[in-house]
Each structure stands twice: as C-alpha cells, then as structure tokens.
C-alpha cells in the first residue's frame, strides 16, 4: 500500500475513534501497525481495538463508514473502509491448533488483559490516534528499543505454535535477538500442529520482508525448527565442500550466505518471481548432501543439481506451494535447482549456440536462473571470485529474446491442418520436428516454417 493509501486508512482510523469516542468509548490502533510505527518504518494494515462499545452497537456505528464485512462467530471482527476493528477478547485454550481456542469479546477488558494475549511484547503496544498516546502496559517500546524479542505472558505463549515461526521472521526482520526464556519456551513447543498454509505464511514473510533472511534461518537451526520442519534443508549442515572453491565452510553456511545475496535481487521483481529467486536460492544445492565425496583428491558433489530436484519437490509438497497469481512457482524453483550451474557452464563453452540457450529456456526462466546464479557465486565470503559470467549469460539470454521462456513456435496446429492433414499424433509429431528446427535456428520465420511443413508432407507422402 502506498503512503497515500496509508494515509487515508489512519485518516479513516482516527474519523472512526472520535465517534467511537462521541458514543463513550475508546477506540485504539494495534498490533503491527504501531510497531512500525515506532521502528519508524512504513506500515498498511490498521487494526483497531474498540473499547466500552458492546458489539451490537459497534456495527451499528460502524456501518455509517460504509459497508461492513463480518469475520467470526462468537468474536466478530467487521471490515470497513479497508480497516479491521474489533473488541478486545478473551481467549482460553480448548484444544491444539490454531482453530482450539474459545474466543469472546468483552468491551469491558482492561487495556492490559487485552494485550496480554499477543505474542511479542512489541506487537502489545496500542496507539490512540485521537490523542497520539502510546499505551505500552508490557513494555514493548523498552523491548524493541533494545532489539529483544520477548513473549508478552509465558504461561499462554506456547498456546499457538505458530509463534515459533513468527519469532524466526521477526527476528530478522526487526534483527531482534530472542530472549532466552521465549526461546526455550519455542524449543519445548511441537510443531506438528501447524497446518501447511500457516507454515508457509511466516515462511514467505521472512524470505520477502527480512533484509537478511538468513538470520531467520539461523534462529530457526537453533530452535529446532528445521530439523522438524526443513529436514532437507537441515541435511545441508556438515556437508562439506571443497575449500579452493567454498572457503566460507560447509553447504549450511554457504546457503545462509546465499539466500542473503538473493534477496539483494528481487527488489524489481513480482511477488511470483521474488518467491521464485529466494526459494531458488534455499533450495539450490539441496542435492549436495546425497552426492557429495571424495574424489581425485577433491571434495565434489557431481551431479548435485539433477539430485537436488526430489528434496526441493518434497519441501514444496510440504510446504503446499504451486502457483501463485497464475505463475509456476514450483516448476520455475525445480527448474532453477536442476540447472544453477548452467550460467557459469555456458560461459566456459567457446561458441555456445544459440539453441543451447533456446533450448534451457523451456525448461526455467533464464534472468531468474542467472539471478540465482549470481547470489550462488556471491556467496562465498571470504573469497574473490569473478561472477561476471552471469551477466554475459543473461544478456545473451535478452538478445535472442528468450529471457522468461522459449520462444513460440511459429507453425501451429492449425498450419498443419490447412495442408489437408487429418488430427492425430502425426500433427503433434510434425509440428515437434519444425519447432526442433526454431530452436535450432533453421527456421527463423513462419515461411521458413511453413516451407519446411510442406517439405515434410511431400516427404511422407
């Protein structure tokens, strides 16, 4: 959302709190949005906590600020104006997952009751936009002052296992340190509970809003969350690599590094294709560990890229990723894994062809693969290594046109059956060999093609 936006909604917000106000109660922002606020950075969603308004009459005076959405059952959270306002509620424990709970709305809590069923104190400050009072009854301010992430009630922490991500992608997003007793708090709690969609909803926002994800990861491995959640990813720590080539230590740190050089490099892209860079970066060399040995002296992992592919598919299959907004995430990531030594292999061939590159980019988008690429020859610290292959890669990529994909054929079905030919597999066999030709750069237009078509009908019959 952008500040104009932004604006708006606070505008809205504080339009909302004077006549919540008028009606004898106290309207306050929450959560996110004022932790932001505080860390000075920008912010979208506004939440607001109304407070001393009973429910059916917080819809009736909500509903002049236009249309209401309805969230809940038994503690209802209306949207209105592209705000979620809500009462402050009381929530206990009746069974596990995040769906186990029993919540009510109670206008008649306390400020601080009301905050102590958030996570981290420095998601329990309130905010009055009326008056620009900050309400801080656990002392988040102190907390995110001091960078230190600290659950607001220990007894009641561990109700929702999600907290344990969402310490992970706070940690490096707010590049706090956990406090210990949260953190042991995350290492008792199981995480077998956590459905995919939650999983993968702290997994994204640490991969796209931490500046250095790998501080994440690293909080991650210490809490246990990878061996439980990641064990592909956890396979990568002591698998060793050959020094002359990776003096920054095994495949776990050189992973750590990378994913950090690859969020360096989605900052132009969609979300799709940003998801697609950092999954790529995670995921590159988790072939390493089933093909790495000694060999001729040396540390290798042949073939490391094929073999990566079958745990890159099984974490994405856990995980429930596919497509998202219509692109191939998952094809796109497998196809990053299977080939994220090509860039740096092309450009050691003299006279590659042109069909090479052709032929690569059916099978990955090739200015994300180089992306990948680079953030893999990046990471590598300490060491001065030459990436510039990359660029030479991706800019032979962009003048053939076949940067995001192979190019379209230019004869079609349609071509073949205005020759006479009747449908059936022979079509698709034709149409096969002329665009074999395309990529191979015997036909460069549709005349060529359609040429080479009546070529190949003459032949057959």
């Known amino acids: 959302m952008d500040s104009g936006s932004s604006a708006d909604?606070?505008?809205?917000?504080?339009?909302?709190?004077?006549?919540?106000?008028?009606?004898?109660?106290?309207?306050?922002?929450?959560?996110?949005?004022?932790?932001?606020?505080?860390?000075?950075?920008p912010s979208k969603d506004i939440d607001l906590e109304v407070y001393g308004i009973p429910a059916g009459r917080l819809r009736s005076l909500l509903a002049e600020f236009g249309s209401l959405?309805?969230?809940?059952?038994?503690?209802?959270?209306?949207?209105?104006?592209?705000?979620?306002?809500?009462?402050?509620?009381?929530?206990?424990?009746?069974?596990r997952g995040h769906r186990g709970f029993e919540v009510t709305g109670d206008p008649d809590l306390p400020v601080a009751e009301a905050a102590r069923r958030r996570d981290f104190t420095i998601n329990a400050v309130l905010w009055d936009p009326l008056t620009g009072e900050y309400l801080d009854p656990w002392d988040g301010r102190r907390d995110l002052e001091a960078r230190i992430l600290r659950a607001v009630d220990p007894a009641t922490f561990g109700d929702d296992s999600l907290r344990v991500l969402r310490?992970?992608?706070?940690?490096?997003?707010f590049e706090c340190t956990l406090e210990a007793g949260t953190a042991e708090i995350c290492r008792a709690l199981p995480?077998?509970?956590?459905?995919?969609?939650?999983?993968?909803?702290e997994i994204e926002k640490l991969l796209l809003l931490a500046a250095r994800p790998s501080v994440g990861l690293a909080l991650a491995d210490a809490l246990g969350v990878i061996d439980r959640l990641f064990p592909e990813v956890g396979a990568l720590r002591g698998c060793e690599q050959e020094?002359?080539?990776?003096?920054?230590?095994?495949?776990?740190?050189?992973?750590?590094?990378?994913?950090?050089r690859a969020r360096e490099r989605i900052a132009d892209l969609e979300r799709p294709q940003a998801l697609t860079v950092m999954l790529g970066a995670l995921c590159h060399d988790l072939g390493k560990p089933a093909t790495t040995a000694f060999i001729d002296g040396r540390i290798r992992s042949p073939f490391h890229e094929e073999a990566g592919v079958a745990p890159t598919t099984a974490m994405l299959d856990r995980l429930n990723v596919h497509s998202f907004d219509g692109y191939d995430v998952r094809g796109q990531v497998n196809g990053i894994v299977a080939n994220h030594l090509k860039p740096g292999a092309f450009h050691k061939v003299a006279n590659i062809s042109d069909s090479a590159f052709r032929r690569l980019a059916l099978k990955v988008d090739l200015e994300l693969l180089a992306r990948v690429a680079k953030a893999d020859c990046l990471g590598r610290v300490p060491g001065s290594f030459?990436?510039?292959?990359?660029?030479?890669?991706?800019?032979?990529?962009?003048?053939?046109?076949?940067?995001?994909?192979?190019?379209?054929p230019?004869?079609?079905?349609?071509?073949?059956?205005?020759?006479?030919?009747?449908?059936?597999?022979?079509?698709?066999?034709?149409?096969k060999q002329i665009y074999e030709m395309q990529l191979d750069g015997r036909v460069t237009t549709l005349d060529e093609g359609l040429a080479e078509l009546e070529r190949l009908l003459r032949e057959v019959r």
């Open 410 to 431: 230019f004869v079609l079905g349609r071509h073949v059956l205005a020759h006479g030919v009747q449908p059936g597999p022979h079509v698709g066999a034709l149409l």
């Open 243 to 260: 020094p002359e080539w990776h003096p920054e230590g095994d495949v776990w740190v050189h992973t750590l590094q990378v994913i950090d």
């Open 191 to 201: 995480l077998d509970d956590l459905p995919a969609e939650r999983i993968w909803g």
């Open 9 to 41: 909604s606070l505008e809205t917000a504080a339009a909302i709190a004077r006549r919540v106000r008028d009606a004898g109660g106290r309207a306050l922002i929450v959560g996110g949005w004022v932790r932001d606020r505080l860390a000075g950075r």
């Open 167 to 173: 310490a992970v992608q706070f940690a490096a997003r």
């Open 386 to 408: 030459d990436c510039s292959a990359m660029e030479w890669f991706v800019e032979r990529a962009r003048a053939l046109g076949v940067e995001h994909g192979a190019p379209k």
């Open 69 to 95: 959405n309805t969230v809940g059952e038994s503690f209802t959270v209306y949207k209105v104006a592209g705000i979620d306002v809500a009462l402050p509620r009381r929530e206990s424990r009746t069974g």
